[in-house]
């Protein structure tokens, strides 16, 4: 069983960044593929990026490219979302997710949910 709690989310301008983290319990936290999906009032949950447990790969969104980075540190137990120049399209409530072994941009192929941390940009 793995829990995942999230952290970092906050009110921030557009154009200003913030820094998720999510950390994770138990000891096979390098076995799990890991990824950050948020979702909006009215919308269905979508991907946002994520990760291999070398970290050797990463996925991001078409919309977040080039201003989200995902990382992990394996011996925190902890995946990060660092997201600069924000949007106030990126407002909604993110989650993280663990995956055995590889990594998807599938929220149905998650196993492991947090309970997400709201985001909200304002214009």
């Known amino acids: 069983q793995v829990q995942l709690v999230e952290s970092g989310g906050g009110l921030v301008q557009a154009g200003g960044s913030l820094r998720l983290s999510c950390a994770s319990s138990g000891r096979t936290f390098s076995t799990y593929a890991m990824g950050w999906f948020r979702q909006a009032p009215g919308k269905e949950r979508e991907f946002v990026a994520a990760?291999?447990?070398?970290?050797?790969?990463?996925y991001y969104a078409d919309s977040v490219k080039g201003r989200f980075t995902i990382s992990r540190d394996n011996a925190k137990n902890t995946v990060y979302l660092q997201m600069n120049s924000l949007k106030p399209e990126d407002t909604a409530i993110y989650y993280c997710?663990?995956?055995?072994?590889?990594?998807?941009?599938?929220?149905?192929?998650?196993?492991?949910w947090g309970q997400g941390t709201q985001v909200t940009v304002s214009s």
């Open positions: 990760i291999s447990r070398s970290s050797r790969t990463t």
């Open positions: 997710a663990a995956r055995t072994l590889l990594l998807s941009t599938s929220p149905g192929e998650y196993n492991y």
